[in-house]
């Protein structure tokens, strides 16, 4: 007598995935995260054009002015010395250059914007409120550096520089030289004056504290000194003071900003709470 082994009812065939791939599936994770991401590069598309044409009607109105430009970076010679122009197109190219450099700054405000509305909606609260206070202040510090190198230094440089052996060869400089020549010193000058706020953002960084800088204020001398040295074309002790003397003065400004800024730094304290709840 046989017995019938019990059949087991068959087990239910798995459903069909439904169609499409599982990135079109509404709210999939990786579709909810590839949007953001792609609004980004849109906006930074757009911010990107809007920079761009802002900075070619810069220029287009730059070379408009840019003859007036031209004289007012030739004035710290004060006619001691004739500009030649070494190359047929030379007057050209520097026609273009005076232009193109004249358009950026003008454009410059609108490209800053489009730069910090796209970074800003990304900040928290408080690094607004320091990107807001550390914007002006390093804009107000480069003028004051570029206008301080225009009105005070420049012309004292340029004057012993043209009356350095006057009496064995005629000062006459090449157009492109001189003009490349007084860009880059207004840009350094400019730059140094960016001190202060260097100081105070490493000071708010836990990196110097206002203490040390004070301790170390024969160290800051020497540095200054030297840079001063860099900065300053001329050997004559003069034109050096002129930019040693203001710089030792924004040092000073900047151990007050460090004051204000100094946040100490805070070695991570574990959670106690945690560590006993799992106790």
Same mark, same amino acid.
């Given at each position: 007598?046989?017995?019938?082994?019990?059949?087991?009812?068959?087990?239910?065939?798995?459903?069909?995935?439904?169609?499409?791939?599982?990135?079109?599936?509404?709210?999939?994770?990786?579709?909810?995260?590839?949007?953001?991401?792609?609004?980004?590069?849109?906006?930074?598309?757009?911010? *990107?054009?809007? !920079?761009?044409?802002?900075?070619?009607? =810069? &220029?287009?109105?730059?070379? $408009?002015?840019?003859? @007036? /430009?031209?004289?007012?970076?030739?004035?710290?010679?004060?006619?001691?010395?004739?500009?030649?122009?070494?190359?047929?197109?030379?007057?050209?190219?520097?026609?273009?250059?005076?232009?193109?450099?004249?358009?950026?700054?003008?454009?410059?405000?609108?490209?800053?914007?489009?730069?910090?509305?796209?970074?800003?909606?990304?900040?928290?609260?408080?690094?607004?409120?320091?990107?807001?206070?550390? *914007?002006?202040? !390093?804009?107000?510090?480069?003028?004051? =550096? &570029?206008?301080?190198?225009? $009105?005070?230094?420049? @012309? /004292?440089?340029?004057?012993?520089?043209?009356?350095?052996?006057?009496?064995?060869?005629?000062?006459?400089?090449?157009?492109?030289?001189?003009?490349?020549?007084?860009?880059?010193?207004?840009?350094?000058?400019?730059?140094?004056?960016?001190?202060?706020?260097?100081?105070?953002?490493?000071?708010?960084?836990?990196?110097?504290?206002?203490?040390?800088?004070?301790?170390?204020?024969?160290?800051?001398?020497?540095?200054? !000194?030297?840079?001063?040295?860099?900065?300053?074309?001329?050997?004559?002790? $003069?034109?050096?003071?002129?930019?040693?003397?203001?710089?030792?003065?924004?040092?000073?400004?900047?151990?007050?900003?460090?004051?204000?800024?100094?946040?100490?730094?805070?070695?991570?304290?574990?959670?106690?709470?945690?560590?006993?709840?799992?106790?």
């Amino acid at each position: 007598m046989t017995v019938d082994a019990e059949q087991t009812p068959p087990e239910p065939a798995p459903a069909a995935p439904p169609t499409g791939s599982a990135s079109e599936t509404p709210g999939h994770p990786q579709q909810e995260d590839a949007q953001p991401l792609i609004e980004h590069l849109k906006e930074l598309r757009d911010r *990107l054009l809007k !920079a761009t044409l802002a900075l070619v009607i =810069g &220029v287009v109105i730059g070379l $408009f002015f840019a003859k @007036p /430009f031209l004289e007012i970076l030739i004035s710290p010679l004060q006619g001691a010395s004739e500009l030649q122009l070494l190359k047929p197109t030379e007057s050209i190219f520097i026609y273009l250059k005076g232009g193109m450099i004249l358009g950026a700054i003008v454009a410059s405000p609108f490209i800053l914007y489009q730069i910090f509305a796209f970074i800003v909606p990304g900040l928290t609260k408080r690094e607004r409120r320091g990107l807001y206070l550390v *914007l002006p202040l !390093a804009a107000g510090l480069f003028a004051l =550096g &570029v206008a301080f190198a225009s $009105f005070i230094v420049l @012309p /004292f440089t340029l004057r012993y520089l043209t009356t350095f052996l006057s009496d064995l060869a005629i000062s006459q400089y090449s157009f492109g030289e001189y003009m490349s020549f007084v860009l880059s010193f207004l840009f350094w000058l400019g730059a140094a004056f960016e001190l202060p706020l260097f100081i105070a953002i490493l000071a708010r960084l836990g990196v110097i504290t206002p203490q040390q800088l004070q301790s170390t204020w024969r160290y800051a001398v020497v540095i200054v !000194a030297v840079l001063s040295a860099v900065i300053t074309p001329t050997p004559d002790p $003069f034109t050096m003071s002129l930019v040693m003397i203001p710089l030792l003065g924004l040092y000073v400004l900047g151990i007050l900003m460090a004051r204000i800024a100094y946040k100490p730094r805070t070695s991570p304290v574990p959670d106690t709470e945690d560590a006993d709840g799992e106790r």
